[in-house]
């Protein structure tokens, strides 16, 4: 995806899935279940409480979007891998869909 990693460089090794994308919140709340990856333009700090919420490890910032620092460090305390990448939404899904990053868990 060309993505620069903002922060959780270190938890890069770890192992994901499966991934949404969403810029409503909301429906990640509502629909989103042993989602991995987040995959969002939308820059606020409900992107990171929605992501503590639903136990994610990685959020995906789409079309050049940068969170302010006030995101970062609350990722950074949360144990969360913030990376950015210059695609859209639906390019981004489409790479780490043909790499085998699914929207459910592998072994359901």
């Known amino acids: 995806m060309n993505a620069n990693v903002i ?9 994901v899935y499966s991934a949404c994308g969403s810029d409503m919140m909301s429906d990640v709340l509502a629909f989103v279940k042993d989602q991995a ?5 939308l820059v ?16 995906v910032f789409v079309r050049n979007k940068i969170p302010a620092e006030d995101m970062i460090t609350l990722a950074k305390n949360s144990g969360l891998v913030l990376l950015a990448t210059p695609l859209r939404m639906y390019e981004a899904c489409g790479i780490l869909y043909s790499k085998g990053l699914t929207g459910s868990k592998c072994n359901e």
């Open 7 to 15: 922060c959780g460089a270190d938890s890069l090794d770890k192992d």
């Open 37 to 41: 990856v987040l995959l969002t333009g």
């Open 44 to 59: 606020n700090s409900q992107v990171i409480r929605t992501a503590q919420m639903m136990d994610m490890q990685c959020i």
